[in-house]
């Protein structure tokens, strides 16, 4: 098998891993940490095909995801603590009347 | 086979082990070490394939910033939420075929062969001149980093402000009401 369609096929298999961890599990931190797995699949595919293009503008934009997914956890993360100190639990089930 | 691809093919089961682990632990920080295990599997991933700064920001980041956070939370929180002794939803079913069937069509997509001659492939990658890779050791390529996306450096500085901000925002909005 070919390297690049190697790290493809995990890429995929870690996005889809990370999808339907979002979809069954309740706990909302856990839910929060399969969304970090799939950012880490799309980020594994990124940087194949960067090192493969051989390209520096490929592993900037590797680094400016790194930034702002460490920035969209440390404002996720208050929010979900915020959420189970009103409702005390972080059983996404208990927050089924949240509607948009 | 050479020990090269030996070590991606290990480290490609590792991140895949992780996140099955991920699905099947029942604390949060269990997940949240499966979690690590993977990411740290594809640093070595990174790692092998030459890009060693982004190997290093994997880590550094991802490994020393954000996990560690979230391994606290977990810390914080309360160890006898149902959440913990449930551990999937009502959509567990419909999720895991879903899943399976995003994966199959992603995975069709990816290793149906294309055509090599109508792939137009980047200048760059046709012509090896020098060793492929060379350019993502770390310091050729802190020096074109700085040199042309200095403006892009310092913006993270000015999102990372902002998510801080945001984020005491967050905290001090949530406890006005009760006082």
Sequence with gaps: MDRVQLLLALSIALFALGLVGVMVRRNALVMLMCMELMLNGVILSLVTFAQRAADTAGAVLVFL???VA???IAIAIPIVLLLSRQRKTL?????SDLRG | MNLESLLLYLFAAGALAGGVLMLVARHPMRVALALIGSMLSLAGIYAIL???????FQVLIYVGAVMVFMVYVIMLLDVQDPSFTHKYGRLLVPGLLFGAGLAVVLGLAATRGVDPARVTVPAAATVEAHEPGAEFLIQPFSAEFLAEYWL???LTSVL???AVVAAIAVIKGGRRPDG
């Design chain 1, 91 to 95: 059983d996404v089930e208990a927050y």
């Design chain 1, 70 to 72: 460490a920035a969209e």
């Design chain 1, 65 to 67: 995801i790194f930034v």
């Design chain 2, 160 to 162: 990372l402000l902002a």
């Design chain 2, 152 to 154: 892009h450096f310092e």
């Design chain 2, 50 to 56: 030459g890009v060693h700064v982004i190997a290093v």
